[in-house]
């Protein structure tokens, strides 16, 4: 049995997903507060700054959410071009199995946040450098020398970002595993280090 | 002297430029008619289906500017390679020159209409394929085999588009620069048609 959730984990929980859905604009703070089976003023109570502090939190549980799924596909191959294949098989899959609406918690949020909400900015810089370190320290476990790794991993993520959003778009699996595919063939053009 | 633009092309525009910064959620009716100087009654006038179907001219209309940018850069080099690296650098000077805000026109509202507002979703789905309509029409003419240039076409869209926003978050040309660069070397990576 697991323990029910807090308060503030629910209202944490309820932020993440209705912003990975639609961004923090279209989330209306009387629909997440029923949602999360909470009450304004408990929202109040665990985020003084109301729902932008709220949302700052959604988007840290969102980055460590992502990188779950990123660190489960990097670790289930040995090969680094096929570790993250399987990371796109991963987030295909799991985009079908949620009738393709659990995509990036962090994308809509962050077009939104551009030039306008500067902590929510900031929490989304975080957790997209999060992702990136992941897969950059693979590629370098994987052999890869440091400059190239680093380089690779920004665009792992920008494409797997942009796959994911073109899944959702067109309801299809494709654009995910071609960007696997693709990504894996990138990855293997790179010379091991010396 | 350019002719002044007429009400539903204000409008149009207005709707196209909010929504490429904040989505379709987040940008209020009263804003857009304000800012497009129109009135509330122009807008149903022009749109008798109102907002939504305003922000479907709207997309169709980001739908053609960002096909002109990706034509242009497209256009710009004789290698097919280089001609794509060329379309990211575009981007990435159009985005550092609007101060982080002029990303694609269709992301943010794109990922709203997911399982919401389905004539929305279709209007997305039909810029993105116009998109890579483009990008594959340039690697045959480049000499890439058919299949080659079709699947690659559906990566260079989807890792533009996450660099893009990668680039807005970080207000950053890196990401569209590393795409570039990328890109390029994935397409090298293709032996041209027998």
């Known amino acids: ?15 993440s997903r209705l912003m990975t859905h639609g961004g923090y604009e279209s989330t209306p703070v009387k629909q997440l507060v029923k949602e ?17 502090e709220l949302a700052v939190a959604a988007i840290a549980f969102g980055d460590e959410e992502f990188a ?20 796109a098989v991963l987030l295909a899959d ?8 659990d995509g990036c918690p962090v994308t809509a949020t962050a077009l939104e946040s551009v030039g306008r909400m500067p902590d929510l900015q900031a929490a989304c810089a975080v957790a997209v450098a999060n992702w990136r370190r992941l897969v950059r320290e693979r590629l370098t476990a994987g052999g890869l020398p440091e400059e190239d790794a680093r380089d690779l991993a920004v665009t792992v993520i920008s494409t797997l970002e942009g796959a994911e959003m073109a899944a959702q ?15 894996a063939r990138l990855i293997r053009s790179y010379a091991p280090a010396p």
């Open 1 to 15: 049995m697991s323990t029910p959730l807090g308060t503030r984990d629910r209202l944490i929980r309820t932020a």
């Open 36 to 52: 999360a089976e909470a009450t304004l003023g408990s929202l109040y109570h665990f985020f003084p700054g109301g729902k932008q």
């Open 68 to 87: 779950e799924v990123l660190a489960l596909g990097l670790a289930s191959r040995t090969d680094p071009a096929e570790a993250v294949e399987a990371v």
């Open 94 to 101: 799991a985009l079908r199995d949620s009738a393709w609406l």
């Open 169 to 183: 778009v067109e309801q299809s699996q494709t654009p995910l595993l071609l960007a696997g595919r693709h990504l």
